[in-house]
């Protein structure tokens, strides 16, 4: 069993995985101009991974940093800003390590990534930790899987198929704990090797975590936070539903 994002780094910038960071960059401007938190300056992506996110920000004009543990989803973000010709700042850490003192005016982190953080300390931890990094009215912007969202869609199929092609043969396998109220997805790869032609296996098993709605708010606003929005559905701006299968928070520094 290897390090998570070792291999499936590759696999996830290749599938579709980026398509998320994407969407996201269509409907930014829109939501900071809703909210009214800065719409230029110096952004923190926190677990950034493959960088489609900091690429679209950097060439929409910020000053980009991105931070991830994973040193094979960096190496890919590397490549991804260098081609933009911007300058840029990747930093291989773990967000729990995060130490910046009113440092930037939009800290972001997508795609389930804290719901990688399995101790409601951590979470704390992390929330502190960011509220200290951003500058006075700066915004703080991220998505998590809801318990919803773990213990009823990600357990919809006992096993499926996320992408085939003829080098690629990526396999799901999710189940839950409902007592620590984790969920895993156990992804299997099947992976062809160009140069020798021979298929490889590989397998990570990733592990998240689901925090009830109003425990993650009450855990931002314990670490200084205002939440300005709870939302369920990014594209309508429509608040979070107990049958949400990920929710967005909006918050900003505000003293
Ligand atoms: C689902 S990917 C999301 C990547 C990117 N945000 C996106 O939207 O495509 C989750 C990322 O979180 C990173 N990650 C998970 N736990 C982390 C931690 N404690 N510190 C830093 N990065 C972490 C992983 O290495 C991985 O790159």
Redesign the pocket.
Known sequence: MGEI?SHFAEVYQKGS??E??KWILGLLPSLLDKFSLPQSGKLLD?????G??LEGMVLSGWQVSG????SA?LRLAEERLKKTGQPFRLIHD???NLNFQNEFDLITC????MN??LDLTDLENVFNRVFRALKPKGGFLFDMNTLYGLFVRWQQQPMYISQEDEDLLEIHIPSCDYEKSEASLRIILFIRDPQTNQWNRWEEIHTQRAYPMNLIQATLEKAGFQVLARLGNLTEQSPALPNSGRVWFIAQKTA
């Not at 997508?110 to 990534?113: G, I, L, M, T």
């Open positions: 994002y995985y980026p998320f960071s926190l677990a950034c991974g493959e489609t996110f931070l991830d543990q994973s989803m773990d967000m729990r997508w795609f389930d990534s990688y953080l």
